[in-house]
């Protein structure tokens, strides 16, 4: 499956920017290179349709990542809001009920299942009185989310490839958190950082980039630099 991807729609650059003008030069920046950008809540809320249109009329991907999570009706009646707009991968959260809604809805966009976000961890697992390792839900509610129907999962690079070994090839795998140094005192934020080249060779079959490319002081050549790791792995998987 993965091989079948073009080297353009590999990276899903995030565009996570307070107004559409920003998002709007991202693109034109680094449309020669890349077709698929993600816009989240902070660019929704500022243009709602407006950015999502714009770059689908201009003959790029969106993945449109609002994580929907609500009772089964309303999140049914969100994702018949994303269908035929050409939006091609949107994300939800939720238990079982919630992601059956949403794929009885599902006309023309594929669904994601978050599974656990990466700022929930072991102590907050335990918290909530949960006993099982981060690592064994995520898991859990990935193979879930697959049995009742979703196209893939968000998940980190470093879970990409159990997640490939044990739930098949036809699985969307997205990953975010990809920088070129993996070293972690070398980013921000983001602690399971792994490089283009270990998430495609783990199994990846889509990697989110943002700041890498979207704060780089030349976005190209981040770009090229990734998409020579994704060519070197894809090769070799
Ligand atoms: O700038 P950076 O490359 O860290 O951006 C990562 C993007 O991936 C952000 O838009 C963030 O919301 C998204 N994301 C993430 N971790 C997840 C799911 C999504 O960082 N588990």
């Known amino acids: 499956m993965s091989s079948s991807i073009p080297l353009n729609e590999r990276i899903i650059i995030a565009l996570d920017v307070e107004h559409p003008e920003q998002a709007k030069e991202i693109v034109k920046k680094c449309e020669s290179h890349v077709g698929f950008y993600k816009v989240g809540l902070q660019l929704f809320m ?33 994702v018949e809001q994303v269908n035929n707009r050409g939006v091609s991968l949107a994300t939800i959260h939720g ?47 990935a193979k879930r989310a697959m049995e009742l129907g979703c196209d893939g999962v968000v998940s980190s690079g470093l879970e990409v490839e159990k997640m490939r070994n044990k739930l098949g090839e036809k699985l969307l795998i997205v990953t975010p958190g990809i920088r070129l140094d993996p070293t972690p005192d070398s980013g921000d934020d983001q602690k399971r950082i792994v490089t283009a080249g270990m998430a495609i060779g783990n199994g990846a079959s889509h990697l989110v980039v943002g700041r890498p490319i979207t704060k780089a002081k030349d976005p190209i050549k981040v770009i090229e630099l990734m998409q020579q790791e994704i060519i070197s792995a894809a090769g070799s998987v």
Do not use: C, Y
């Open 95 to 141: 238990n079982d009920p919630i992601i059956r809604a949403a794929v009885t809805a599902r006309g023309d966009v594929k669904l994601l299942a978050v599974t656990v976000l990466t700022s929930f961890g072991e102590e907050d697992m335990r918290a909530m009185g949960m006993t099982q390792s981060v690592e064994d839900l995520v898991f859990f509610r």
């Open 46 to 78: 500022a243009s709602w349709f407006e950015t999502v249109d714009w770059i689908v009329n201009r003959g790029h991907k969106v993945m449109l990542d609002l994580k929907f999570f609500d009772i089964p009706e309303t999140v049914k009646l969100a």
